[in-house]
């Protein structure tokens, strides 16, 4: 873990941990998701919002994204790297041994987004030693790369992953247009497909949007039936903010939740609530 340690943060002076590719503008906080050296925590909580396997989860939200996406509803801290309060990896991991004798079944990374924030994560895993008893788990949009992967690996107990878009088409490319993340289908699912056949923990979850059942839902759904045991959680609670525009600053239709559970049952999905 020293070794992983050490590996990780030299993605704070070259950073490759998502598919941007930064480099050296990470040193200076000048990267696309202008998250620099230094790791802000937007907020922490016993969280009862997370699937039931995992609440209470001790949440801890991070501050800063990858992903640039049109109807965030955390943009406050998403959005603004510098969100929140600094702390140490050891003060960091002093809280979670403290939620953890409070009850927290699990101890979550979150955000924006956590990929920014591996060299972090990698260093408060260290300093937790043999002291966690419950999982580690990343809830991540998954956009990331290889390089990053690796790090995880050892680090992560649970990977939580957001498949929020589908693949290109004649509808357009949601992952891009409305989550700025260019090649989203194929790195997100090559990430997930990587995982799955690594044997890694997995429970994916898929937000349904407003407008979006056919581009997104339906081929998201269809292509984790091909993954045997995966567990999905699939989120019903969008809600638009308001400064969402297009569909995506509807309601979400009673009919697309029904279309979309039983799209779930008729391909054998495992489902997590």
Same mark, same amino acid.
């Given at each position: 873990?020293?070794?992983? @340690?050490?590996?990780? #943060? /030299?993605?704070?002076?070259?950073? @490759?941990?998502?598919?941007? *590719?930064?480099?050296? %503008?990470?040193? /200076? %906080?000048? &990267?696309?998701?202008?998250?620099?050296?230094?790791?802000?925590?937007?907020? $922490?909580?016993?969280?009862? !919002? $997370?699937?039931?396997?995992? *609440?209470?989860?001790?949440?801890?939200?991070?501050? &800063?994204?990858?992903?640039?996406?049109?109807?965030?509803?955390? =943009?406050?801290? #998403?959005?603004?790297?510098?969100?929140?309060?600094?702390?140490?990896?050891?003060?960091?991991?002093?809280?979670?041994?403290?939620?953890? $004798?409070?009850?927290?079944?699990?101890?979550?990374?979150?955000? &924006?987004?956590?990929?920014?924030?591996?060299?972090?994560?990698?260093?408060?895993? %260290? $300093?937790?030693? +043999?002291?966690?008893?419950?999982?580690?788990?990343?809830?991540?949009?998954?956009?990331?790369?290889?390089?990053?992967?690796?790090?995880?690996?050892?680090?992560?107990?649970?990977?939580?992953?957001?498949?929020?878009?589908?693949?290109? +088409?004649?509808?357009?490319?949601?992952?891009?247009?409305? +989550? !700025?993340?260019?090649?989203?289908?194929?790195?997100?699912?090559?990430?997930? #497909?990587?995982?799955?056949?690594? !044997?890694?923990?997995?429970?994916?979850?898929?937000?349904?949007?407003?407008?979006?059942? *056919?581009?997104? @839902?339906?081929?998201?759904? /269809?292509?984790? #039936?091909?993954?045997?045991?995966?567990?999905?959680?699939?989120?019903?609670?969008?809600?638009?903010?308001?400064? =969402?525009? &297009? %569909?995506?600053?509807?309601?979400?239709?009673?009919?697309?939740?029904?279309?979309? +559970?039983?799209?779930?049952? @008729?391909?054998?999905?495992?489902?997590?609530?």
């Amino acid at each position: 873990m020293q070794a992983r @340690t050490a590996a990780a #943060a /030299t993605q704070l002076q070259n950073c @490759t941990l998502c598919p941007h *590719r930064c480099g050296a %503008a990470r040193a /200076t %906080a000048a &990267g696309r998701c202008r998250v620099g050296a230094q790791a802000y925590i937007a907020s $922490e909580m016993l969280h009862m !919002g $997370e699937e039931e396997p995992l *609440r209470p989860a001790h949440a801890i939200f991070l501050s &800063g994204c990858t992903a640039t996406c049109s109807f965030c509803t955390a =943009a406050r801290f #998403a959005f603004r790297p510098t969100y929140g309060a600094v702390v140490s990896p050891a003060q960091l991991a002093a809280r979670i041994l403290q939620r953890q $004798e409070q009850g927290a079944r699990a101890v979550a990374f979150i955000g &924006g987004d956590p990929v920014p924030h591996i060299p972090f994560i990698v260093a408060v895993r %260290a $300093e937790l030693g +043999g002291k966690l008893r419950v999982p580690l788990v990343l809830n991540s949009n998954l956009w990331l790369t290889p390089e990053a992967l690796a790090l995880l690996d050892g680090v992560v107990d649970l990977y939580l992953p957001d498949l929020k878009f589908g693949p290109p +088409g004649a509808h357009g490319d949601c992952g891009a247009a409305l +989550g !700025g993340m260019p090649d989203y289908w194929q790195v997100v699912t090559g990430a997930i #497909a990587t995982l799955h056949a690594q !044997g890694k923990p997995l429970l994916v979850r898929h937000l349904l949007m407003p407008g979006h059942l *056919r581009c997104c @839902t339906q081929p998201v759904l /269809t292509w984790l #039936a091909q993954l045997p045991g995966v567990r999905v959680s699939l989120l019903t609670q969008y809600l638009a903010p308001a400064h =969402a525009r &297009g %569909a995506l600053a509807q309601p979400l239709a009673a009919d697309d939740i029904r279309t979309a +559970g039983e799209l779930a049952a @008729t391909l054998g999905l495992t489902l997590v609530r």
